[in-house]
């Protein structure tokens, strides 16, 4: 029987990012969500999309604060054949996404400071698990079958729920060169937070295999149980195989070893003896039929040969009974890294400006502080990386009138710079291309105090097929927002606005089945901004 590993690795969902690259979230305003294109904003949110267009606000003190609800459900179809079910549905909730914005200005500088869930931001919860974990519990009946233990079924208790969120906390600085012209520089401090705990338990199969307790009558049963009676009774068979190989040794010695074993109380062994030393001949593989024809040298020689066998079977047995227990994990990560900004904003004339934004790789190392873990791999105080790709934001936007503008953002998130390392699977999470986004934004002013706004976006993952796996999974997607502002007063602004997001399926090929990976996100966003001149 090959060995059966339940490692449930409970890494999910650190790359539960909404709306950017794999790890990082770029849906950081309310207008954002309204427009889903910021990249040349120079209002307030410009702070995160475009830190160099700030000087374009008037002189003052300028704050905001906005919340965004999140709601994501991500759907697993598994073709492993011998799950009891093969649909998996975990649900990612953030009712509380929020983002504050402030930024002085005055003449040709601007300060600027903002806290925000760069990365992460969600929790979620797999109420029946993922089939990485199943799957290996699925295998014990097929795999007990093929060892002459005949299985047909298995239950479990299986939960999960994790929460990830990366905070960044960016302090920026803006200067105008000319009318045209403007810089900006700056640091975002990211402070890593991510939860997981979850449980596999109360896993039951139902052999039939009496030989090994009188309930493993085909009714379900502790898998656990199961397995720790095997591997006593495999090992009581071993040694008796090894004793009565040895003490058949003095009746081969004497001539007696052509005896047929049946015919055993012939050269003095008592019958009870004959009958045990014909039920390990069983346990060592042989039919009724050979059993009533060997003799008793050729049965000295089979129990030899078999008490190492049944011993090797016995400690496998022992592995199982460990590997099928109660496991559970609880433990969180934590970790800092720093992110360098820099900023250009163009503006060629009153209805055009252009915003570029870079940011740098951001270095990210977190540290395991576990209470429980049942899998082995939350060694307490254990640092792994999690680092966050650079990214370079374009954006133009347009006045097309006074009641008519245009933004268009493009997003590029340079993810082969980073090793994302393995999958649950053990392959190598690798990346075919760098993945973007590219959305155009469409505001209407109704009047002067109230505009409408519309917006779509594309964004394409660049991952490879080996990167997927149902613990982490990047989907390309399609987005629409809409949403308004008004403008209570000169000094007051409220913005709102809701999104969409259609995922495209990924599917990846395993050794005879395919596993589907799906996603549907739909989010709510208010924001106020107030103007202090």
């Known amino acids: 029987m090959k060995k059966l590993t339940l490692l449930a690795a409970f890494f999910v969902l650190a790359?539960?990012?909404?709306?950017?690259?794999?790890?990082?979230?770029?849906?950081?305003?309310?207008?954002?969500?309204?427009?889903?294109?910021?990249?040349?904003?120079?209002?307030?949110?410009?702070?995160?999309?475009?830190?160099?267009?700030?000087?374009?606000?008037?002189?003052?003190?300028?704050?905001?604060?906005?919340?965004?609800?999140?709601?994501?459900?991500?759907?697993?179809?598994?073709?492993?054949?011998?799950?009891?079910?093969?649909?998996?549905?975990?649900?990612?909730?953030?009712?509380?996404?929020?983002?504050?914005?402030?930024?002085?200005?005055?003449?040709?500088?601007?300060?600027?400071?903002?806290?925000?869930?760069?990365?992460?931001?969600?929790?979620?919860?797999?109420?029946?698990?993922?089939?990485?974990?199943?799957?290996?519990?699925?295998?014990?009946?097929?795999?007990?079958?093929?060892?002459?233990?005949?299985?047909?079924?298995?239950?479990?208790?299986?939960?999960?729920?994790?929460?990830?969120?990366?905070?960044?906390?960016?302090?920026?600085?803006?200067?105008?060169?000319?009318?045209?012209?403007?810089?900006?520089?700056?640091?975002?401090?990211?402070?890593?937070?991510?939860?997981?705990?979850?449980?596999?338990?109360?896993?039951?199969?139902?052999?039939?295999?009496?030989?090994?307790?009188?309930?493993?009558?085909?009714?379900?049963?502790?898998?656990?149980?199961?397995?720790?009676?095997?591997?006593?009774?495999?090992?009581?068979?071993?040694?008796?195989?090894?004793?009565?190989?040895?003490?058949?040794?003095?009746?081969?010695?004497?001539?007696?070893?052509?005896?047929?074993?049946?015919?055993?109380?012939?050269?003095?062994?008592?019958?009870?003896?004959?009958?045990?030393?014909?039920?390990?001949?069983?346990?060592?593989?042989?039919?009724?039929?050979?059993?009533?024809?060997?003799?008793?040298?050729?049965?000295?020689?089979?129990?030899?040969?078999?008490?190492?066998?049944?011993a090797t079977k016995a400690g496998e047995m022992s592995v199982y009974s460990e590997s099928t227990a109660d496991m559970e994990v609880d433990t969180r990560q934590t970790g800092k890294g720093f992110t360098p900004i820099i900023g250009l904003n163009i503006s060629p004339n009153d209805n055009l400006n252009i915003g570029i934004k870079y940011e740098y790789k951001t270095i990210l190392k977190l540290t395991n502080d576990t209470e429980v873990d049942g899998t082995g791999l939350f060694e307490d105080g254990k640092i792994s990386r999690s680092d966050l790709p650079s990214m370079l934001n374009l954006g133009i936007e347009n006045k097309f009138s006074d009641a008519f503008s245009a933004q268009l953002s493009l997003n590029t998130f340079f993810d082969k710079g980073v090793n994302w390392g393995g999958n649950v699977y053990g392959q190598e999470r690798t990346i075919d291309k760098n993945s973007w986004e590219l959305s155009l934004g469409l505001q209407y002013n109704i009047s002067d105090n109230f505009a409408v706004s519309i917006g779509g976006m594309q964004s394409t993952s660049g991952v490879s097929e080996q990167y997927q796996s149902d613990f982490s999974y990047s989907n390309s997607s399609n987005t629409g927002g809409f949403g308004f502002e008004w403008k209570v007063s000169d000094a007051l602004t409220l913005d709102a606005g809701m999104l969409y997001t259609i995922y495209k399926d990924e599917t990846k090929q395993f050794e005879g089945y395919s596993e589907t990976y799906d996603k549907e996100n739909i989010g709510f966003a208010i924001g106020l901004s107030y103007s202090i001149f």
């Open 15 to 310: 790359n539960s990012a909404f709306a950017g690259g794999i790890l990082t979230n770029t849906n950081q305003s309310a207008q954002y969500v309204r427009m889903l294109s910021r990249n040349a904003s120079t209002q307030l949110d410009a702070v995160y999309f475009n830190p160099a267009g700030l000087v374009k606000m008037e002189d003052g003190l300028h704050l905001g604060i906005s919340n965004q609800s999140i709601f994501q459900t991500r759907t697993i179809t598994s073709g492993f054949p011998y799950l009891n079910e093969g649909e998996y549905i975990g649900k990612i909730t953030a009712p509380v996404f929020p983002d504050l914005f402030a930024s002085w200005k005055k003449e040709k500088f601007a300060l600027s400071f903002m806290v925000g869930p760069v990365g992460g931001g969600g929790g979620a919860k797999y109420e029946t698990g993922l089939p990485s974990f199943e799957s290996r519990i699925a295998a014990i009946p097929t795999l007990l079958s093929l060892n002459g233990v005949p299985t047909t079924g298995y239950s479990s208790d299986i939960f999960f729920e994790g929460t990830s969120v990366f905070w960044g906390v960016q302090l920026s600085g803006s200067y105008a060169i000319n009318d045209i012209i403007s810089l900006a520089a700056g640091v975002r401090v990211n402070l890593a937070n991510n939860t997981y705990n979850g449980y596999l338990k109360d896993i039951n199969i139902n052999p039939n295999q009496p030989a090994f307790g009188a309930k493993y009558n085909g009714s379900l049963q502790s898998a656990p149980q199961f397995f720790a009676d095997a591997s006593a009774t495999l090992s009581t068979w071993s040694a008796g195989a090894t004793a009565f190989a040895s003490g058949l040794q003095p009746i081969v010695a004497g001539g007696g070893g052509e005896v047929l074993l049946a015919n055993g109380t012939a050269v003095g062994l008592p019958a009870a003896q004959v009958a045990q030393i014909q039920g390990l001949l069983g346990a060592a593989g042989l039919s009724p039929a050979q059993i009533g024809g060997i003799n008793v040298q050729t049965a000295q020689g089979t129990l030899a040969a078999a008490a190492p066998v049944l």
